[in-house]
């Protein structure tokens, strides 16, 4: 059970590599760009769904998929024109066919009312006499459930890098010769309407699932009269008989009036399990095929099946002693003209086949241009994340010894031009590509959590009545995977704001001369070293005399207190503030952009916001690329060595005496320009000194707290700015207050990470404690 | 001294002893992960006494306790002859700070007396028993015991 869960949990994945997939290529058709490339990829998407699903019984997912699916390819073979409203239709069913993936996976539930009304629009949508004409239907592309490396009969060759390229698992299958068929338009000639030829030749996976040769005859039965004939002489001598290996083909002569599709639904759920072959009608044999190695003897049936043997086969990896032979692959001649590519099968998952003439109606595989689409010849390697942390930690201790060394080996006093030095140096920056290198294998676009976006918006606009258009910028933004997983949030958060907040509705729009669609924007991009990410929107703006009233009447700030434009509107910040009139179900709890604020500090971030009135606003969040190192201050306290996080200072200064004055009996607040801080002694706090010396002495931080109060941070002496590694305390020991994580220094001390928040309210615990006049606002 | 004593049983264990001021104790060699001459350490604020902070061991941030304070035994400052013992327990590493490092013995479970009852309850809680080997009280530490609880220390 423990494989098939492993393998599941490989499905899963592809699920949502698929979805992603579905909603890209459907954010493209409705961006205008319908053509037969999208829709395929659309369309192989959801049908690699489906046969991944059909293989673990996950029936309401298979049959939601189905109707999807059905539709998708009506609209695939130009039987049903592309308009905006199926893309809407489209797209709406990908949420709800997401919802059925997540279901499936045990995570959430699916709306089973809303998901069969939205199956029964997209039956409406088909046409009801959807089977397709196989003379002009293109070829049909069997996209492979993607855990089953497994032969792949296709119309193009980089069809089949496409889909091949999500064959990367690891079940000791081996790979099969690819076969390609290329129809050639003469065959249809010869063709009579409704006769057709399968050819099945079952895998031995098919009966390691429990399917059942018989039972798909006996559908085949149902759509007409047919004729099936055993083709047995692949079957080896007893002594050589693998009992657990398939053998045997049969070739079926249907005659039926319901197409191929009707013919290929009887073979959904065991699709990879056994090659299969549609011909229509009887053709003529080829001269072609008549030259190749023929093993078999013509097969009785009235459309002759041949059999060809990829000799070259034997040299594929092959775990189970099958014989080769049993392993080529069939091919059924389609047609007189047709050619027949074989395609050997290489142990490198993307095998090259030259296609010499695509076929007039194959669809081309090509997938909408994305960055991690491996192109031909590239693989990709899923590599378990610990091992990757496990690197890093190692190269984090590479960095810190390169230091150690380089300044062992400055004590010594050694010239600059010496051999020793100019290795070292080269050293150093060895060891810095490294450690950039290998953060860059941690490193993702920062689009698997923006293709979450679209669906919000689609939600979020229609429960509050808006519309609105999301355009996307800078997907393939990479940052570390630490701080993309914590990005979600926030993402969502400033989204619905935009939209629920931000855009007018429609009619608000038409009055102000706008579109009535809104547009909001989200943006990926990289600035001096930190990843931003912008969130505008082209709606109204803040109200600024709304907010300060608002920011009044919750006594957030005082009624008098003059602020500027920018003050204004970052009023927002603050917790307890909410615009909302109304509290809905999409923002306007009052638990809205403080905390985006909070957690995007924790992240070591800093969000901001402009806004013009009529014009939108702009939500603008800058992070550290990675939480496995942080840009941090060097300073000493009370002779320790302290760093404090750059993030969470906004200034540092040499106090004047006249600055510092009195408050209580024993406080001390520091006037900057105009405002009063409380003045703290890190030393004092962290109880490394008892008494704190003249503040004038030492050097002051000021610094801003999570929920924005301020303070002052008095240290001896600042050392500079560093990037350090981040290190856990509490891996062997536990959590220390007012200290965040613990990094190694050049000299290779410890050094400790200071916890600003937690020094802030240390020190507010403290009893006798003057009540802080700019803190107002943050109580 | 230890091939008379491995003889003398095949339950037999392997100790490792140190001294801590005058007094001799030991700890199981299993858990042992190496030994380390001092190095000055980072001082962790808000920490008991017997936290001496952290050292920076091969890029790990391993936390050193003061053996002899834990024991309530007073301060002395580490000489150049001090080393830290690393100690593995439940999931977590911690240098032990000791005076020396004396030898490593090879006991068997009747050599071992349950601790006496003394007034300490240091010693109560982390002597788990004494060895008498050759006229010498070597108390054994229970090492579990020694470090504190995650939560009981946050405070």
């Known amino acids: 059970m423990d494989e098939l869960e492993a393998i599941k949990v490989t499905f899963f994945q592809e699920c949502e590599e698929l979805l992603a997939d579905l909603e890209g290529g459907l954010l493209a058709m409705q961006d205008g760009n319908d053509d037969g490339d999208t829709v395929n990829a659309v369309f192989r998407a959801v049908h690699s769904i489906k046969g991944g699903a059909g293989a673990f019984g996950l029936e309401p997912l298979v049959r939601f998929a189905h109707v999807f699916e059905t539709l998708l390819d009506a609209r695939r073979s130009n039987e049903i024109p592309g308009t905006p409203d199926l893309t809407a239709l489209l797209l709406r069913a990908s949420d709800v066919l997401a919802d059925h993936v997540s279901a499936a996976r045990g995570l959430g539930v699916v709306d089973m009312d809303a998901s069969a009304a939205m199956a029964a629009e997209l039956k409406a949508a088909t046409d009801p006499n959807a089977a397709p004409v196989a003379a002009a239907a293109p070829a049909v592309v069997e996209a492979e459930p993607a855990f089953e490396p497994a032969p ?7 069809e089949l890098l496409g889909d091949d390229a999500l064959d990367d698992d690891d079940l000791g299958f081996d790979f099969q010769p690819m076969t390609i068929t290329l129809d050639a338009q003469a065959a249809d000639a010869a063709v009579i309407e409704n006769v057709w030829t399968v050819s099945i030749r079952p895998k031995s996976d098919l009966y390691r699932k429990a399917n059942e040769t018989g039972l798909l005859l006996r559908e085949l039965a149902r759509l007409g009269p047919v004729q099936a004939t055993l083709d047995d002489s692949a079957l080896p001598a007893l002594d050589l008989l693998d009992p657990e290996a398939a053998y045997v083909t049969w070739s079926v002569r249907v005659e039926t009036d319901q197409g191929e599709d009707a013919i290929r639904e009887v073979f959904e759920f065991v699709d990879g399990d056994c090659e299969l072959e549609i011909v229509r009608g009887e053709a003529p044999v080829s001269d072609l095929l008549a030259t190749l190695k023929d093993a078999a003897a013509p097969a009785p049936a009235p459309a002759p099946v041949f059999e060809a043997i990829v000799p070259s086969l034997e040299v594929a990896p092959e775990p189970a002693p099958a014989p080769a032979a049993v392993e080529a692959s069939v091919i059924a001649a389609p047609a007189a003209a047709a050619p027949v590519v074989e395609a050997t099968a290489a142990p490198a998952p993307a095998p090259v086949a030259a296609a010499p003439a695509p076929p007039p109606a194959a669809p081309s595989g090509a997938k909408p241009a994305q960055i991690d689409v491996p192109g031909p010849g590239q693989s990709v390697i899923r590599v378990d994340p610990e091992r990757i942390d496990r690197l890093i930690d190692l190269v984090g201790e590479l960095v810190i010894n390169q230091a150690m060394l380089a300044q062992r ?20 920056q060895l060891t ?10 941690r490193a993702q676009p920062v689009k698997s959590v923006f293709q979450r976006m679209p669906r919000l918006v689609r939600e979020v606009a229609n429960m509050t009545g808006k519309q609105a258009r999301l355009v996307m910028d800078g997907e393939n933004t990479e940052v570390d995977k630490t701080v993309i997983e914590r990005l979600s949030d926030p993402i969502t958060h400033m989204l619905r704001n935009a939209i629920d907040h931000g855009l007018e509705s429609p009619e608000e729009r038409k009055a102000a001369g706008k579109n009535p669609e809104g547009v909001v924007r989200l943006a990926a991009l990289h600035r001096s070293g930190r990843i931003v ?8 703006g803040i109200n600024r005399e709304r907010v300060h009233s608002i920011a009044v009447k919750k006594g957030l700030i005082s009624p008098d207190l003059v602020l500027t434009d920018e003050e204004i509107d970052n009023l927002i910040f603050l917790p307890g503030f909410s615009t909302a009139d109304k509290i809905s179900d999409v923002s306007g709890r009052g638990v809205g952009m403080d905390v985006v604020k909070r957690s995007v500090q924790a992240l070591g971030g800093r ?41 969470c200072i906004v200034e540092s200064l040499r106090p004047k005496s006249e600055e510092i004055r009195p408050l209580g009996p024993s406080g001390h607040v520091l006037a900057v320009r105009d405002s009063f801080v409380p003045l703290i002694d890190v030393g004092v706090t962290l109880n490394y000194r008892d008494r704190s010396p003249a503040a004038t002495e030492g050097v002051v931080l000021l610094v801003e707290g999570e929920d924005g109060s301020r303070a002052a941070l008095v240290a001896d002496a600042i050392h500079g700015q560093r990037q350090v590694v981040i290190k856990s305390l509490e891996q062997n020991y536990q959590q220390v207050e007012g200290v965040a994580a613990a990094t190694i220094l050049g000299d290779g001390r410890v050094a400790l990470i200071l916890d600003v928040d937690a020094v802030i309210n240390l020190r507010r615990r403290e009893p006798p404690r003057p009540a802080d006049p700019t803190l107002i606002a943050a109580e | 001294m230890t091939e008379a004593i491995a003889a003398s049983s095949s339950e037999t264990r392997e100790l490792i002893s140190f001294r801590v001021g005058e007094q001799e104790y030991c700890v199981d060699i299993m858990a042992v992960r190496e030994i380390r001459g001092w190095s000055p350490a980072t001082t962790l604020p808000q920490s008991p006494s017997y936290m001496r902070g952290v050292i920076n061991l091969r890029g790990a941030v391993l936390p050193i306790m003061d053996l002899a304070v834990r024991l309530g035994m007073p301060m002395v400052e580490p000489t150049v002859r001090s080393v830290f013992i690393v100690v593995q327990a439940d999931s977590r590493t911690v240098g032990l700070l000791v005076d020396a490092v004396s030898d490593i013995l090879s006991v068997s479970d009747e050599m071992c007396q349950p601790t006496p009852d003394i007034a300490c309850d240091a010693v109560r809680s982390f002597v788990r028993g004494i060895i008498s080997i050759e006229g010498r009280m070597i108390s054994e530490i229970s090492l579990d015991r020694l470090l504190p609880e995650r939560e009981a220390l946050a405070a």
């Open chain 1, 152 to 158: 792949v009969v296709i119309g193009a060759a980089n």
């Open chain 1, 533 to 540: 990410i912008e969130v505008s929107d082209d709606g109204k």
């Open chain 1, 607 to 647: 969000i901001s916001i402009a806004s013009r009135p009529g014009q939108g606003s702009t939500f603008t969040l800058s992070l550290p690329l990675t939480l496995a190192v942080l840009d941090g201050m060097v300073v000493d306290v009370a002779g320790e060595t302290l760093v404090i996080p750059l993030a």
């Open chain 1, 409 to 428: 080996v400055g004590e010594y006093g050694i010239a600059p031009s010496s051999n020793l030095a100019m290795g070292l140096d080269e050293l150093e």
């Open chain 1, 432 to 441: 810095r590509e490294i450690q950039d290198s290998v953060m860059a294998i």
